[in-house]
């Protein structure tokens, strides 16, 4: 299994949209970079949803149901998404000051490339965000 972060604006798509809907297509991602990392993502691989910009936390865990395909939203490119569906909101929110404070965490790539949408996490990372989150999975 592998772990990964994806951010998201709140105002653009929330947690609690997800939540709402069940299921989304993580489309719009245009940086290659980001792209990639949405085409190494299997069936299953866990999810952390960052709510970016306004909030800056790890505000809950969803799972990848579909791998990488073409992006609908794409007009022009060779642009990729995924399906997610949420599996559970974090007891508390991880903010972005928490990771950039933690030992292990301040390695993750949103705190060196914090323009990057979706990035990997090793499982040392994952499981250290979620005991601050006070949350298990």
């Known amino acids: 299994m592998n772990y990964w972060l994806a951010k998201s604006e709140p105002e653009a798509y929330s ?5 709402k809907d069940k299921k989304t297509a993580w489309t719009g991602v245009r940086n ?3 792209r990639n990392n ?3 993502m299997k069936r299953g691989d866990l999810v952390l949803f960052y709510h970016s910009v306004s909030e800056k936390a790890v505000v809950g865990i969803a799972k990848v149901q579909k791998e990488a395909y073409a992006d ?3 007009e ?3 642009w990729s998404c995924v399906d ?3 599996v559970k909101s974090l007891s508390q929110p991880v903010t972005l000051e928490q990771i950039k404070a933690n030992k292990v965490l301040k390695e993750m790539p949103i705190v060196k490339q914090s323009r990057l949408s979706v990035t990997p996490l090793t499982e040392e990372q ?3 965000l979620l005991k601050l989150a ?3 999975v």
């Open 84 to 86: 997610i569906v949420p």
């Open 126 to 128: 994952y499981r250290q």
């Open 76 to 78: 022009e490119g060779d």
């Open 134 to 136: 006070g949350t298990t």
């Open 15 to 19: 947690w609690q949209t997800l939540l």
């Open 32 to 34: 290659f970079q980001a």
């Open 38 to 40: 949405l085409r190494a």
């Open 72 to 74: 609908p939203t794409a």
